[in-house]
């Protein structure tokens, strides 16, 4: 992982969500539907790759919440996410285990640095 500005700013509680959407480009997208993406990007200054993870969550309540994720990952991860069998469960998965950008539904961004609780992210199965 690279020493991205992305990552410092989140972690310094400074970075807004239109700022990393003007600063990252989409390189692939991998899954795209009205309530799941999955996208490879890059950030356009140091090249930081990233998978990008969006997810509606509807509740029994009919409440919608919008979750967006980029978890900073290496080149050589890509063809793995790419040929992933079940995006929903990798991603799932890497937002347990890893750190990563997250703009939560309330609307502010922060860096998840120990990955979130599995309950916290019951959604995305």
């Given at each position: 992982?690279?020493?991205?500005?992305?990552?410092?700013?989140?972690?310094?509680?400074?970075?807004?969500?239109?700022?990393?959407?003007?600063?990252?480009?989409?390189?692939?997208?991998?899954?795209?539907?009205?309530?799941?993406?999955?996208?490879?990007?890059?950030?356009?200054?140091?090249?930081?790759?990233?998978?990008?993870?969006?997810?509606?969550?509807?509740?029994p309540?009919?409440?919608?919440?919008?979750?967006?994720?980029?978890?900073?990952?290496?080149?050589?991860?890509?063809?793995?996410?790419?040929?992933?069998?079940?995006?929903?469960?990798?991603?799932?998965?890497?937002?347990?285990?890893?750190?990563?950008?997250c703009?939560h539904?309330?609307?502010?961004?922060?860096?998840?640095?120990?990955?979130?609780?599995?309950?916290?992210?019951?959604?995305?199965?």
């Amino acid at each position: 992982m690279m020493n991205c500005h992305l990552i410092e700013q989140a972690k310094a509680g400074q970075l807004t969500a239109d700022a990393i959407q003007e600063a990252v480009e989409r390189v692939e997208s991998v899954v795209e539907s009205n309530t799941f993406d999955v996208d490879i990007v890059k950030c356009r200054t140091c090249g930081q790759t990233f998978v990008y993870g969006f997810k509606q969550y509807t509740s029994p309540d009919w409440e919608d919440d919008y979750w967006t994720f980029w978890i900073p990952i290496g080149e050589q991860e890509v063809a793995t996410i790419r040929e992933a069998k079940s995006h929903l469960e990798l991603m799932g998965e890497m937002v347990h285990e890893r750190p990563h950008i997250c703009w939560h539904p309330d609307g502010h961004v922060f860096w998840a640095k120990q990955g979130l609780p599995v309950a916290f992210i019951v959604f995305m199965s």
